[in-house]
């Protein structure tokens, strides 16, 4: 076993009196509360966790944290399973279950290994210059099966999220020393200030090794008040400073985990000023193989080997680029790892301290590794050609350099500069809203980042500016590490298998930009995103193309910083809470009369009330048939009401609708059409006056947000000096609407005011009334073609009055009715529904509303398009009936009318349809090109390849005379 | 050079030395007969189409960042032809056609994949419009099916097929031939086949001026590298058509909005053709590296800014885990966003500008990538001939004045 | 997600409000020809770069405002009335 657990006192993060047990892919194994899954794995002696995304090489954990690109697992099952884990973050939990991903059968043996084998047919791009012929079909299967890593779950999510909203002063990004410095500092100057640690520690590097110092400073800070939010990690900055952030709840993996819990809460937080002390990544070098288990990030090793206890290896070898491989070596080495080598490409590095004991040799780099399941040895030969001489180590450690992590700062719009000696992108100054302190704004010396970082948390606390960074302390890297002249796979993107070729490739081919370059290879397109790869990708291409790294840029920095899981970004609006239905204030009381309930637009409301095997069509046309012989209940509530108010209502509503309504005398009710500045039908209503300047607008049901919004544009930003007042009250009123033959009869059954007989009330007309001490508003109108009332009043009294009508109706012989009915009996009449009989390009005189625009005098909304040629062309569909010429076949919604076969131009579609009941026959109502002069035409109506024949008719279907309505 | 598995097999054997550059960088001339402003699909489409069918090779097509950086290279790869009016179906049906012979006829793999897109209804309602979509694309001779419930789950598994989700699926159509094609590769793709031909495509050059001529007509562009004659002047540029139509002088009934779209991080296969829920606005399909791409709608006010709002986001997320409950445990890799021109149609731009000699593509908004071929093909024919193409006869400009509107609001599937 | 300060409400989130576009249109009468209907309906400047659009506070206090905000970077420069004139920024 080359990595193993350290006795202690190593592993400061573990609890070694919490023995957890875990299985990977089915293979028992135990480690600590504490430990990381990779922390654990690694200290079973497990080398061996995946496989790469192209060429399924063998891979084992390579880092110690999110910028892992190797070591992904699957874990859980169902409704809890998680694909591509990261092991370094994955907190160990009893009963863990995890599983290697993209290898089959096992990450031991892979079939897909096999890929590996025909690497050189496979360099970047090579899909685009094959598989053409016959075609893509034929491989794609092969190739998607191959790609991808992890399984997606079947089940959906068992665990549920929360977002929760944060308003702070100062906030600071990152808990190491720097960022604890900062916030302590700003919230000493008086600030409300908030501290995000993406771990569970505060105290960044130094909390490896339990620092005295780490301890010291974060008592100070939670003296001064800071707030600090542990296992919470930023990933995006979007508009106006809004920092978004992903906080881990509950034990990832765990198998006792309750039934559902709450698994990750998102932050939105708003800050006056926001700090970022996300520290530094590690730039690895390339050398041959340097993809091979037991190859790893040096500061990984010394991570692990200080907070976690755990050996990588036993001998190792440090390909160094930067000094402070030699700090890590002599680490690793006091903690029991035997350092065979320091190789220091750069030439002549002078001797560091600390490597006093340490075998260096400079000017010289790894020219192979051995072992291809597990490091078993490597090659190191000077840089400039030479003999190689072979190392028997089991652990290569990669100490390239640093990468400030910059990526909020970019985000945030900050710019970035090379810094050549040190090989390194760090912020230009300051990003809006946003500075960077610490290892991430290029400050890597112990001191000065903490001082600069005080001073910065105390300058932006009082509002001030805050100084620029010390940038230093990285001392020198050299950016080109490619080793030329040698054989073996150089890897830039370990997770894609991007390899130095691959840029090469890609820079030979003219891909030269980076955007090119990262699309073109995929390098930086993994789960990791690209944290130790991007900055490599970009120098090879400068090698390459002869730029230096600044000339060659980076890609955009996006949100976000690290995935993020869907759950959490979308919170708590899954489910019900996903654009929840508006129900009927009656709701209850329907259910209980049997209401088959759907959706309509965003309400939830009864389309029937069928009876015990009855089916929804045979309910719509029995309840038809009973309101038009008899009676009928219907809950219009969801239709739009407004009041409309003031000294200049009148006018107003002349403006936006097509008809007049200033005219009406109170207690008159009209029609309404409103039409929006094209021309085109957008809603309808009736409109009713109350009293001099006081109005009641009905719009339709899905128009009444848009209408009312309508309206206050209008009177906001363009007729500003009208005295108009617009108040929404559609959920304030409940609509009872009782119609039939018989509707008055029931109405006074129950003591409505004879004011209200038909007699009394003319057609289209409102009163008000009083029914048992609550307020309505009754209005004579008409959807159904039958005598109608429709009954406005107090919603919370809707169910009461159903109740009471619905007592009296067996008496009367009357129905409930639903939707459905509603939309049989208003086609049988020729009555338009707004956006299923028109559409976007439906303008008034489309459906015989073309009188109502020549009459009326004044301007309104839309009235300007109407006069354009285009709404005049005799080509226009126009609103018809449609009966079928065997008087039997029900004529499809959405057949189109034709002629000819296809292909061919239409004619018009059919919008409505339904048997009538009154008639025995189906009818429908079609847009149809020229319709107005067609009536008795014989037309053919396409559906789905049968041709239905269908006779073109005069509206409407039933009650020509409107006597009914009218009686 | 030929692309081929032997070119690959040559390759091998060689280290990859044998490769060329896909297309030449050359240094801008001074005059050309064409000239291409936007280095997008549509762009280098049209230049490749000029020199392929109209025998028009000196043509610079002139690029302000790198090829298909715009746009083309941030969509969400979908192609189909499922529109409504005649005029649309035939362009789009075009394009697809286009692209069902395209990596022979460019000898670049585009990874055209007509695994189907399915269309899902989610109320009776749905059932009709889409019952009026189906049968309109079918009397265009267009392919179009009808889909049962159980029809849809089978082709999409892990949707929620629950009567009591939020958004049940009821059923729904499929336009088969429909799919996803590889967003860069069509960029490159055309650009290699266009270099090949003579076309010069210059990256790194950015129009600031329009140069008039005799009677208001142009004659050249003003660019960071230098001074650029020509007599016809095409502009495909989706996002910043505004921008270069103030430099000529005149404006367009276009507003620019940004466009998001995401991918999760890479899986098995799991998705194997493009759902698209009009009801919810999302719509999503897994692209051949194992993503899932998500897109939806608009972002709700104008920008340049190439990045959306973190609120519009969450919302396209919402509507994707309201049909896929299981992806809940995902997670977001990537986001980005487009800048598309936004009508009042949905209905592209093809045609004359009211400047003599300048000719605009534009107008696309949510759906350029699918029109790719059409768009380049007709903006070519114009340039070409001086004539419009007949299937971009219905797109000009005076629509906007005489009315004559394509309102594909509906087919264009994303909310506006 | 940006923030607007709201004249009547205060600083709020964006999701709060919907925007309506290009602000200062003058809406001509029914006179004019077709062409000056066409560009009033549909001909927009569209600027990158400041751009005077009006926003309603719909989920708040539902009135309507003015905003010059930039097109690219999302700053907004200044919030005002809707019977104000436009402010002078570029």
Redesign the interface.
């Known amino acids: 076993m080359a990595s193993r657990r350290l006795p202690q006192p190593a592993g400061t993060w573990i609890d070694r009196s919490h023995p957890l047990s875990f299985t990977f892919n089915g293979r028992r194994l135990s480690g600590f509360r504490g430990d990381t899954l990779a922390s654990a794995l690694l200290a079973n002696g497990v080398r061996l966790v995946g496989r790469s ?1 192209k060429l399924h090489r063998p891979r084992g954990v390579w880092s110690c944290g999110v910028e892992e690109p190797s070591a992904l697992v699957d874990i859980g099952q169902g409704a ?5 884990v990261r092991t370094t973050l994955l907190p160990l939990a009893e009963g863990l279950a995890a599983e290697s991903v ?1 290898c089959w059968p096992g990450v031991g043996f892979d079939v897909g290994a096999l890929t590996g084998a025909c690497a ?2 496979l ?1 970047a791009g ?8 016959p ?3 034929w491989f ?2 092969a ?3 191959m ?11 068992a665990d549920h ?1 929360e977002e929760v909203a944060a308003d702070t002063d100062v906030l600071v990004i990152g808990a190491g020393v720097a960022g604890l410095a900062a916030a302590a500092a700003a919230a000493g100057a008086g600030a409300r200030t908030l501290l995000l640690a993406s771990g569970a520690q505060v105290g960044g590097a130094l909390s490896w090794g339990a620092d005295p110092e780490v301890a010291a400073l974060a008592a100070s800070a939670r003296q001064v008040g800071v707030r600090i939010q542990l296992r919470t990690s930023a990933f ?1 900055i ?3 400073n ?1 920092v ?1 952030a992903a906080e881990s709840v509950s034990a990832e993996g765990a198998a006792d985990l309750p039934g559902c819990v709450l698994r990750e809460r998102l932050w ?1 937080i ?1 800050a006056r000023a926001v700090i970022t002390a996300t520290g530094a990544l590690e730039r690895p070098l390339l050398f041959p193989d340097n993809d091979r288990p037991g190859v790893m990030l040096a500061s990984a090793a010394h991570k692990y080997a200080q907070a976690f206890g755990v050996a990588c290896g036993r001998r190792a070898v440090i390909a160094a680029n930067c000094d402070d491989a030699y700090r890590l070596a002599a680490a690793l080495a006091a903690a029991g790892v035997e350092i065979l080598a320091v190789v220091d490409r750069r030439e002549g590095a002078a001797p560091i301290a600390g490597a006093a004991g340490l075998r260096v040799l400079t000017g010289a780099t790894l020219t192979a590794v051995h072992g291809a399941r597990s490091v078993r040895g490597c090659t190191v030969a000077p840089l400039g050609g030479g003999r190689g001489e072979r190392l028997h180590c089991d652990l290569i450690l990669n100490a390239g350099g640093c990468a400030p992590a910059v990526h909020l700062h970019s985000q945030a ?1 900050g710019k970035l500069r090379w810094v050549a000696e040190s090989a390194m992108f760090v912020p230009d100054g300051a990003a809006p809203g946003l500075t960077s302190v610490g290892a991430c704004a290029g400050v890597l010396a112990h001191a000065p980042a903490v001082s600069h970082a005080a001073e910065v948390g105390e300058a932006l606390a009082r509002g001030g500016v805050p100084p620029q960074a010390p940038v230093g302390g990285a001392g020198r890297s050299d950016a080109i590490t490619r080793v030329p002249g040698v054989r073996g796979k150089q890897f830039v993107d370990l997770q894609n298998d991007v390899l130095a ?1 691959d840029v ?2 890609a820079a ?4 030269r ?1 980076v ?2 370059l990262k ?2 290879t ?1 390098t930086g ?3 990791d ?1 690209g944290k130790t790869s991007n900055i490599n990708a970009l120098i090879l291409m400068g090698e390459y193309t002869g730029q230096a790294p600044a000339q060659v840029g980076t890609t955009r920095f ?3 910083f690290a ?5 959490t ?3 708590r ?4 809470l ?2 929840p ?1 508006k129900r009927l204030p009656a709701h209850d009381w329907h259910a209980a009369q049997g209401a088959l309930f ?3 637009g965003d309400w939830c409301r009864p389309a029937a009330y069928p009876r015990t095997g009855e089916t929804l069509d045979a309910a719509a046309q029995r309840e038809a048939a009973t309101v038009r012989k008899c009676a009928g209940l219907f809950d219009g509530s969801p239709l739009g009401k407004l009041e409309v108010y003031g000294p200049d209502a009148a006018r107003f509503l002349d403006l936006m609708y097509v008809g007049t309504l200033s005219t009406l005398r109170i207690g008159q009710a009209r029609y309404g059409v409103l039409l929006n ?3 085109t039908l957008v809603d309808d209503g009736i409109v009713a006056r109350l009293s001099e300047q006081r109005f009641w607008v009905n719009t339709s049901t899905a128009g009444f947000e848009r209408t009312a ?1 309508a309206f ?2 209008w009177l ?3 007729y ?1 000096d009208f005295k108009v007042l617009i108040t929404p009250v559609t959920s304030r009123w409940a609509n009872v609407t009782v119609a039939g033959p018989r509707a008055w009869e029931w109405l006074a059954k129950l003591g409505f005011e004879a004011a209200l007989t038909p007699g009394a009330m003319p057609h289209m007309s409102l009163r008000d009334s009083v029914w048992e001490g609550h307020p309505l508003r009754v209005l004579r109108a008409s959807f159904s073609g039958e005598l109608g009332y429709e009954v406005n009043l107090p919603a919370d009294h809707a169910a009461a009055l159903l109740a009471r009508l619905w007592a009296q109706a067996r008496e009367l012989g009357a129905t409930l009715y639903g939707i459905e009915a509603l939309q049989v009996m208003r086609v049988e009449k020729g009555y338009i529904h707004i956006g ?1 009989d028109t ?3 439906t303008l008034p005189g489309d459906v015989g509303l073309a009188r109502g625009v020549e009459r009326k005098a004044g ?1 309104f909304v839309g ?3 109407l ?5 005049r062309d005799p080509g226009r569909l126009h609103l018809v009936g449609l009966v079928p010429l065997d008087g039997q076949t029900l004529l ?5 009318i ?1 002629p000819n076969p ?5 004619e018009g ?1 059919v919008t409505s349809s339904y048997l009538s009941p009154e008639l025995g026959v189906p009818v429908a109502l079609a847009m149809l090109k020229g319709g107005s002069q067609r009536t008795g035409e014989e037309v053919r109506v ?4 049968t041709i239905i024949a269908a006779r073109v008719t005069q509206l409407p279907f039933v009650d020509p005379s409107g006597a009914r309505v009218h009686g | 050079m030929k692309y081929s598995a032997l070119a690959l097999l040559r390759g091998a054997l060689s280290a990859h030395r044998n490769w060329v550059p896909a297309w030449r960088s050359p240094e801008p001339k001074p005059t050309y007969d064409v000239v291409i402003v936007g280095g997008g699909g549509h762009g280098l489409a049209a230049a490749y189409y000029l020199a392929k069918n109209h025998g028009v090779r000196n043509v610079a097509l002139l690029e302000r960042g790198w090829i298909g950086g715009g746009n083309t290279g941030r969509n969400t790869t979908i192609v189909r032809s499922n529109y409504l009016f005649p005029e649309s179906a035939r362009l789009y049906d075009f394009a697809l056609k286009c692209y069902e012979g395209l990596s022979r006829e460019l000898n670049f793999n585009i990874m055209l994949s007509q695994r189907g897109i399915v269309m899902l209804a989610h109320s009776r309602h749905d059932l009709d419009s889409m019952a009026r979509w189906a049968n309109a694309m079918r009397m265009n001779g267009i392919d179009a099916q009808i889909l049962t419930r159980d029809e849809v789950a089978a082709r999409a598994p892990l949707l929620d097929m629950s009567p009591d989700a939020r958004f049940p699926v009821l059923g729904g159509f499929t336009q088969r031939r429909a799919g996803t094609a590889r967003h860069d590769a069509v960029a490159w793709g055309y650009a290699r086949a266009a270099d090949a031909l003579g076309v010069d495509i210059i990256q790194n050059c950015e129009v600031s001026g329009f140069l008039s001529g005799a009677g208001g007509r142009v004659v050249g562009v003003e660019t960071s590298r230098g001074r650029i004659r020509a007599e016809r002047i095409g502009i495909a540029a989706a996002g910043h058509s505004s921008v270069l139509a103030k430099l000529a002088g005149f404006r367009l009934p276009v507003v620019s909005y940004a466009l998001q779209a995401m991918v999760t991080e890479p899986l098995k296969p799991a998705l194997d053709t493009v759902v698209s829920s009009p009801g919810t606005g999302a719509y999503v399909s897994q692209s051949d590296k194992g993503e899932m791409v998500i897109g939806a709608g608009l972002d709700l006010f104008p920008s340049y800014a190439q990045r959306g709002s973190f609120a519009v986001l969450q919302g396209v997320i919402a509507a994707t885990l309201a049909l896929f409950p299981s992806f809940s445990r995902l997670r977001l890799l990537r986001q980005w966003a487009g800048i598309v021109d936004v009508v009042h149609d949905s209905s592209p731009i093809i045609g004359p500008t009211p400047v003599p000699g300048l000719y605009i593509n534009c107008g696309w908004g949510t759906g350029g990538f699918k029109a790719i071929p059409a768009g380049g093909w007709t903006l070519a024919h114009v340039l070409a001939t001086g004539r419009n193409h007949e299937l971009a006869e219905p797109f000009q400009l005076e629509r906007f004045i005489t009315g004559r509107l394509i309102d594909e609001a509906a087919a264009a599937g994303i909310a506006h | 997600m940006m923030q607007l300060k709201c004249p009547w409400c205060g600083l709020r989130d964006e999701s709060e409000f919907v925007c309506g576009g290009t602000t200062h249109l003058i809406r001509p009468d029914l006179s004019v020809t077709d062409a000056t209907w066409g560009e009033y309906l549909f001909f927009r400047d569209n600027p990158r770069g400041v751009h005077l659009e009006r926003w309603r506070h719909a989920y708040g206090c539902g009135q309507w405002f003015n905003v010059a905000r930039h097109t690219v970077t999302h700053e907004v420069l200044s919030v005002y009335a809707m019977t104000d004139p436009p402010p002078a920024h570029s």
């Not at chain 1, 396409?942 to 390849?945: F, I, K, R, V, Y």
């Open positions: 995304f809890r399973r998680t694909p591509n993209n050189a047919l360099p090579f899909y685009y210059k094959t598989f053409k012929w075609s893509w079909h794609e299967p190739i998607r099966r790609a991808g890593l992890g399984r997606a779950p079947t089940a959906p999510d999220y995006g979007y508009d106006h809004l978004c939105k708003r719009g070729e090469a490739l030979r081919e003219n891909y930009s955007e090119h699309r073109y995929t397109m993994g789960t995103q996006r949100p976000p995935p993020v899981t869907l759950g970004i979308v919170g609006r899954v489910g019900a996903y654009r239905l759907e959706t309509f500045e094209n021309g919004a206050e544009e906001q930003c363009e500003v299923t559409d976007g390009t301007p009235r300007r398009s006069l354009r040629a285009a709404a499809p919604v959405g057949g189109q034709a296809p292909p061919t131009l239409t579609h396409h559906h789905l390849g």
